[in-house]
């Protein structure tokens, strides 16, 4: 089982991006998963959160411009950015402690 993300890509200051995570399997639904990101340079951090349950977590660079969440019957989790910023340009990553990271997905924003 692997994760994948996809979404990723270059826009304006001011844009916005869904990025998407999927898995197969019953190990992704049933768990927390999270986005995290890696800039040039930077340590890799966490952006935002979801419990099996819904509950959500953010940065706090992110909250109330990004939203996290997953579609269950699909296995899938979004992350909605808005009101994007160049300090958001990164290699974007979902994680699921049971089965890894996913491949990265680059996220460009231009000035």
């Known amino acids: 089982v692997q994760l994948q993300a996809s979404g990723g890509g270059l826009v304006q200051a001011g844009g916005s991006l869904r990025l998407s995570c999927t898995a197969s399997?019953?190990?992704?639904?049933?768990?927390?998963v999270s986005w995290h990101r890696q800039a040039p340079g930077k340590q890799r951090e966490l952006v935002a959160a979801i419990t099996s349950g819904g509950s959500t977590n953010y940065a706090d660079s992110v909250r109330g411009r990004f939203t996290i969440s997953r579609e269950k019957g699909k296995n899938m989790v979004y992350l909605q950015m808005n009101s994007l910023t160049p300090e958001d340009t990164a290699v974007y990553y979902c994680?699921?402690?049971?089965?890894?990271w996913g491949q990265g997905t680059l996220v460009t924003v231009s000035s």
């Open positions: 399997g019953r190990i992704f639904s049933a768990n927390t």
């Open positions: 994680y699921n402690p049971l089965i890894g």
